[in-house]
Nanobody
Framework: QVRVVESGGGLVQAGGSLRLSCAAS????????MAWFRQAPGKEREFVAI????????YYADSVKGRFTVSRNKSQNTVYLQMNSLKPEDTAVYYC??????????????WGQGTQVTVSS
């Protein structure tokens, strides 16, 4: 089992930046990819970005492409989500997940507790 813990959320004005971190521990070698999802109030959890743990390939949701960057530090078992040019519609609880390569929540077996990101207009 992989354990993941997010950090770095907060309140930021529109146009600002935040960097989220996700620290993984446990059987990290069993996971192919790490991903970020988000869930806004009253909405379903949606895919944001994913990175292949070994090769570093990435893929983004259209809504964040060009503004968000996912990266990883293999030596520290940590994945990052750099969020630039933030918009009020980016406001959500952001979750880190470990599992297979995919964009569905069902592709991931390990989830963090989430970190709140609030973007004010």
């Amino acid at each position: 089992q992989v354990r993941v813990v997010e950090s770095g959320g907060g309140l930021v004005q529109a146009g600002g930046s935040l960097r989220l971190s996700c620290a993984a521990s446990g059987r990290t070698f069993s996971s192919i990819a790490m991903a970020w999802f988000r869930q806004a109030p009253g909405k379903e959890r949606e895919f944001v970005a994913i990175i292949n743990w070994s090769a570093g390939n990435t893929y983004y949701a259209d809504s964040v492409k060009g503004r968000f960057t996912v990266s990883r530090n293999k030596s520290q078992n940590t994945v990052y989500l750099q969020m630039n040019s933030l918009k009020p519609e980016d406001t959500a609880v952001y979750y880190c997940a470990a599992g297979d390569w995919g964009i569905l929540a069902a592709d991931f077996g390990s989830w963090g507790q989430g970190t709140q990101v609030t973007v004010s207009s």
